[in-house]
């Protein structure tokens, strides 16, 4: 931990506070870590922890349902799905009676501060008993059930909600906690389908959960690149039977062997009458007599572990939930922890409630269009992205265009290049461009190897890991007037390169070249795709994502194995250059006891600092340790060196394994739920206009002296 951090953290004390976190309503991938982020971050202010089991009904019930968290109590939670403090749907609270009940619970372990992780429904519960306080304990004095002094003692409530839903419906936040795993067990079973519809010619159609919110269906459409999708927030227009049915038979009678159809348990046409999967099957049998079956996902997306994403938001949000506790007054609203961008950020609670309730009406007053609004900015640009991908416009509808635009793959292989050419391909297609694939990186390209590529050619790339166009570390100054003479032959009038640190080195070298070479005086665009996610100008690349899943999920082994032999810490060597992203993230995921990186010098005393703090562990009933080192934290401790010294100072006490990840962090599936869509979109701008470097949700821009842009996605 950083100084400033440290210090940041030394002037916030919790001492003489409580703070109880419960879960309610339905469970969701990740609130355990949420837990777990309260409790120890509640802890390390000084301030006391309590655990209420089973929600608001543990409340209302008190007894052993309330019971005070210690450190070691949430260990080994973070790899757990579901709420291990138990979640229940409570009658009794929403009762006057119930929350007198709930009140003197509270009152008489002196909790004054209460974390709730759930829906929309359980904050809003949340709200009106923190409106009610000063009334019940009125009521609780007057019955002789507490004193005077502990209702003027604990004479306010403070309340911070975080929400814990697979459904992503709530208005305020990007992403919800526990709507990544879902996303994760969608795709894990469109990837199961896909193999057995290939096989026989099917048309698989699949219901996902989500109430009345699209946003499960839509990005897992958007994911896997499926036929159509049907989503509450807007319904399909009259005569969408026929439409889905003339484009599965002409996909068919393009040799595809397989449609899929996704639909939201949600959907709706135009006049509010449901769209179930069953009619959507009976109709596909009826007109086009496909060989059709219905997977209803139902609660296996809730299940299994989170993923990675999950674990670090949920974390993030427990810290920040403990901080806002801390810092709030007897006049402060109450508030909710949401993702913004990519930061954590307190919002009015009821302000997002009533918003996220205001898309419901929307959609019952059927005002399609402004209920999509309401859903947030991401979701407007998922629906988007996904029309533009999945449905291909007649050739007389295009736009005419004499843009050409290459494009190639850079540098190492990072799971989610394909999702992003195909992405950039079809919209490329769609603004009327014609589009060229390079293959082999620039070493293709001074060899002549480029091609123009079409809209079926990128079919069921999104599922595809690693690079199918291929890629190379090669750098172009070298034959900087072969390429030249590449960017003539074909009339190149646009190069969108997908890599990590060596596309921008790419960038930077023909940018150089444009004095020499007007060929290169055209829109340059970089899409960052590495695992190790060192590029600047963007908090994430494609392929970091799935490399952190990789991680996690060994370590997730790893940890049990640990469990199972006792007394047994393991040191994973993760990749990432001098980038320490993946040890540190990736530490903080998994939970490991330390974290080595290259941005956070270390020496031996550290070392052994952290092995006494191990020897320590072992006493108690944490029986197992596990410590990341980036590739290159240091040239000297190396990942061997750190082996034998925790060996060797842990001898008697616990056992010491290795273990070095390598390159299964590289080629594994695709992040598939991470599309740039606006490449091609920027790469048709004229070149003097001024386009810069570009990150998921800010632009920045620079022209160099002749007025070229370069910029980066």
Not at 359 to 374: H, I, N, P, S
Request: proline share 2%; hydrophobic share 40%; charged share 20%.
């Amino acid at each position: 931990m950083a100084q400033t951090d440290k210090k940041f953290f030394e002037n916030l004390t919790g001492a003489g506070k409580a703070i109880a976190v419960l879960t309610s309503g339905g469970d969701a991938q990740g609130m355990n870590a949420a837990v777990r982020a309260v409790v120890r971050m509640g802890i390390y202010v000084g301030a006391k922890v309590y655990f209420v089991h089973e929600g608001y009904q543990g409340m209302v019930d008190g007894g052993d349902n309330i019971k005070e968290a210690t450190w070691e109590s949430v260990s080994s939670m973070l790899q757990m799905g579901g709420t291990v403090i138990g979640s229940a749907r409570c009658k009794d609270f929403r009762t006057r009676e119930g929350r007198l009940k709930a009140a003197h619970n509270l009152v008489q372990r002196g909790i004054t501060n209460l974390c709730v992780i759930g829906g929309d429904g359980s904050l809003t519960g949340a709200n009106l008993f923190r409106e009610e306080w000063s009334g019940l304990l009125a009521e609780l004095v007057q019955q002789g059930l507490i004193d005077e002094e502990a209702s003027q003692k604990y004479s306010a409530l403070h309340i911070v909600g975080m929400v814990g839903s697979i459904d992503n419906d709530f208005c305020g936040t990007d992403m919800t906690i526990g709507t990544d795993s879902a996303l994760h067990r969608i795709i894990e079973v469109v990837d199961a389908i896909m193999t057995t519809a290939q096989s026989h010619q099917r048309t698989f159609v699949l219901e996902v959960m989500g109430r009345h919110c699209g946003y499960l269906a839509l990005v897992s459409a958007l994911a896997c690149g499926a036929d159509w999708v049907l989503i509450p927030e807007m319904p399909p227009e009259d005569g969408w039977e026929e439409k889905m049915c003339q484009k599965l038979s002409a996909k068919r009678a393009g040799m595809k062997r397989l449609n899929i159809i996704i639909v939201a348990e949600g959907a709706i046409d135009r006049n509010n009458k449901a769209i179930t999967s069953e009619h959507v099957k009976n109709l596909v049998v009826q007109r086009l007599g496909f060989d059709t079956r219905v997977t209803i996902l139902g609660h296996v997306q809730r299940g299994g572990t989170p993923s990675a994403f999950d674990r670090i938001l949920a974390s993030r949000m427990g810290v920040e939930a403990v901080l806002a506790l801390l810092e709030t007054t007897a006049n402060t609203a109450a508030c909710v922890v949401s993702l913004c961008g990519n930061q954590s950020v307190r919002l009015p609670l009821m302000e997002c409630v009533q918003m996220t309730q205001e898309v419901q009406k929307a959609m019952d007053g059927k005002r399609f269009e402004e209920a999509v609004r309401l859903r947030g900015r991401s979701f407007e640009n998922n629906l988007k992205t996904y029309k533009l991908l999945a449905h291909r416009k007649p050739e007389s509808e295009l736009p005419h265009s004499n843009f050409n635009v290459a494009v190639l793959n850079v540098g190492a292989p990072a799971a989610g290049m394909n999702a992003a050419v195909r992405s950039a391909v079809r919209v490329g297609i769609s603004e009327g461009h014609k589009m060229f694939a390079v293959s082999d990186g620039f070493e293709g390209f001074y060899k002549g190897q480029i091609k123009e590529i079409k809209w079926a050619d990128v079919g069921g790339w999104t599922g595809q890991g690693g690079s199918l166009l291929g890629t190379k570390r090669t750098l172009p100054a070298k034959h900087i007037d072969k390429i030249a003479e590449q960017m003539r032959k074909y009339n190149i009038n646009a190069l969108l390169m997908i890599g990590g640190f060596e596309a921008l080195e790419c960038l930077l070298q023909l940018c150089e070249a444009r004095s020499s070479y007007e060929e290169f005086c055209v829109p340059l665009c970089m899409l960052p795709a590495t695992i190790s996610n060192n590029v600047p100008g963007t908090d994430l690349s494609i392929g970091a994502d799935t490399a952190l899943n990789a991680i996690v999920e060994t370590c997730d082994r790893i940890k049990q194995s640990a469990s199972g032999t006792k007394r047994r810490v393991f040191i994973i060597e993760t990749m990432g250059g001098y980038c320490g992203y993946l040890a540190s993230v990736g530490g903080l995921a998994a939970g490991a006891d330390a974290a080595y990186i290259f941005e956070e010098p270390f020496d031996i005393r550290d070392l052994q600092s952290n092995v006494e703090h191990l020897t320590e562990k072992m006493k108690t009933g944490i029986q197992r340790g596990l410590v990341l080192r980036n590739e290159n934290s240091n040239e000297n401790y190396t990942t061997d060196f750190i082996y034998q010294l925790y060996s060797e100072e842990g001898r008697g006490v616990f056992d010491c394994r290795k273990n070095v990840l390598g390159h299964m962090q590289q080629n594994t599936e695709t992040q598939k739920l991470h599309l740039f869509q606006n490449a091609i979109i920027l790469l048709n701008r004229k070149p003097n206009q001024q386009l810069g470097v570009c990150d998921i949700d800010k632009t920045r821009y620079e022209k160099d002296s002749k007025g070229w842009c370069s910029f980066s996605i």
